[in-house]
């Protein structure tokens, strides 16, 4: 019975991975890091610095290579006059379509800074879930 249990654990948790970030490894983003990936740029967006700048700031502080490249191109994508919800929609690996959705509420309301916040709010309170579900099976 124990083995049923733990199969259907492991079945749900892999179930709640995108599946282009399940095969990717050790290389994929983890939600932890898009969390904290929101959070700070809606502090930054918050304290009035320009979203070009944000994502300047971003591309060169995350420690993740391959994510560091995503807010690159993301950067480029909006420099070039694309929509930041537009540009995420690009990574629909990393950014799932309630994040983009968001966003783009965001920034058609010019509030983008507070959408960022509620965003990381999301993503911590599911990360936390899915702690006690892991802590819960063992």
Known sequence: M????????????ASCIP???????????????????CRQMSI?????I??????????????????RKIIAEILESV???NTVAAAMANHSG?????????????ETGGVLDESMRRLSIYLEKSIRLRRKVISAAV
């Open 44 to 48: 930054m967006l918050d304290a009035g």
């Open 2 to 13: 124990n083995d049923w249990y733990v199969f259907l654990i492991v079945s749900v948790l």
């Open 50 to 67: 320009p979203l070009l700048r944000v994502f300047e700031i971003l591309s060169q502080r995350i420690s993740h290579p391959k994510f």
């Open 19 to 37: 599946v282009g970030l399940y095969f990717w490894g050790r290389s994929h983003v983890s939600k932890t890091q898009i969390a904290m990936f």
């Open 94 to 106: 990393i950014f799932d379509e309630l994040m983009v959705g968001i966003v783009k509420v965001g």
């Open 79 to 81: 420099e070039n006059g």
